[in-house]
Nanobody, 126 residues
Framework: LQLVESGGGSVQPGGSLRLSCEAS????????IGWFRQAPGKEREPVSC????????YYAPSVKGRFTIGRDDAKKMIYLQMNSLKPADTAVYFC????????????????????WGQGTQVTVSS
């Protein structure tokens, strides 16, 4: 499985961005997915994670209500819609996938994910 992110960039506080992650194969019911981010000097942290079918979703408290994870299984795409962005959201954002054969469970520990994209920079600054 290969993952390729896109959609990062620079935006002013309060702005919006949508990150995309294209998978090289179908992920529905086969992979739990997640978006993570890493700011300079900090550990990689979970942003939003989803079960293999999208029936269970996690949001970090810092982004809940502002970010939305989505997917288009036909297009093999994973999305992260980010609204009301703050300077604290500045980081490199990664999508990740973990092989799994059942649904209903998400994983917010980055260490359990097997596949990672290359990352895309998001900068929120005035």
């Amino acid at each position: 499985l290969q993952l390729v992110e896109s959609g990062g960039g620079s935006v002013q506080p309060g702005g919006s961005l949508r990150l995309s992650c294209e998978a090289s194969e179908s992920i529905v019911s086969r992979y739990a997915i997640g978006w993570f981010r890493q700011a300079p000097g900090k550990e990689r942290e979970p942003v939003s994670c989803s079960s293999s079918t999208g029936d269970t979703i996690y949001y970090a408290p810092s982004v809940k209500g502002r970010f939305t994870i989505g997917r288009d299984d036909a297009k093999k795409m994973i999305y992260l819609q980010m609204n009301s962005l703050k300077p604290a959201d500045t980081a490199v954002y990664f999508c990740a996938a973990k092989p799994i054969s059942y649904s209903g469970v998400y994983f917010n520990d980055p260490n359990v994910y097997s596949y990672w994209g290359q990352g895309t920079q998001v900068t929120v600054s005035s």
